[in-house]
């Protein structure tokens, strides 16, 4: 029982980025390496966002909200945003458009942070004896982030490799993409400020994920309108 729950955390946790590659267009047009790519930029950054945690961050003795902690964390968090930028324009791709390879970069930033993040205490904790729903809402959260980072490649491809862009979307683009960034500020707060629980958070993540990929996408579709 333990390992059928295993799997099925781990299926859904990790399934639905294979469902993603291999029921879009990705697959078609071979953009598994720019995902790649993309996972190996995003453990780069994580391992510079460690480095700044660890240097400018202190060990709190409580978990209460520390405004002044988050507010850092929040800064910090920002090098994904520079992460992503350098995975959109510096990598060499395939000769694929624009609208395949930010969602193959955010495919595979959304699969290493996944990994990083979730497998481990998934692979300790969910062959435990107890059955827990903290691993299903886990593989919850994952899939709430898996639409989050593909929102936020969108919104990074429109702001930096699109140039002929309505300019009165461009504050509403940019708007987006720091509430995506600041994610992980925004649900730190709403547990330790506000005392949600986990699945209460999860809820929000995933509703705000439905309404930023709806968002996002209109965005997308409305700067690849020719102007008249």
């Not at 694929?96 to 990083?116: E, R």
Request: with cysteine; proline share 4%; glycine share 6%.
């Amino acid at each position: 029982m333990t390992v059928f729950h295993f799997f099925n955390c781990a299926i859904l946790t990790f399934g639905p980025h294979a469902v993603y590659y291999s029921a879009t267009p990705l697959s078609e047009y071979d953009t598994l390496g720019t995902s790649i790519k993309a996972a190996v930029v995003y453990l780069v950054t994580a391992i510079v966002k460690l480095v700044c945690l660890a240097t400018f961050l202190k060990v709190s003795e409580s978990d209460s909200f520390d405004p002044y902690q988050e507010l850092l964390k929040a800064l910090i968090g920002f090098i994904d945003v520079a992460g992503l930028y350098f995975a959109l324009t510096q990598l060499t791709h395939r000769n694929i458009s624009q609208n395949h390879k930010f969602q193959a970069v955010g495919l595979g930033w959304a699969f290493a942070d996944s990994v990083l993040h979730r497998l481990a205490p998934l692979w300790v904790g969910a062959r435990g004896l107890e059955f827990t729903w903290e691993y299903i809402l886990q593989g919850l959260e994952a899939n709430a982030n898996l639409v989050l980072s593909i929102s936020l490649a969108a919104l990074g491809s429109l702001m930096w490799l699109r140039k002929n862009k309505p300019k009165t979307l461009i504050p509403i683009i940019y708007t987006c993409a720091g509430i995506v960034a600041t994610m992980p500020s925004i649900t730190s707060y709403l547990r330790r400020g506000l005392g949600w629980q986990f699945p209460k958070v999860v809820g929000f993540e995933l509703f705000t994920s439905l309404v930023m990929a709806f968002v996002s996408w209109q965005l997308f579709a409305a700067c690849q309108r020719p102007s008249s």
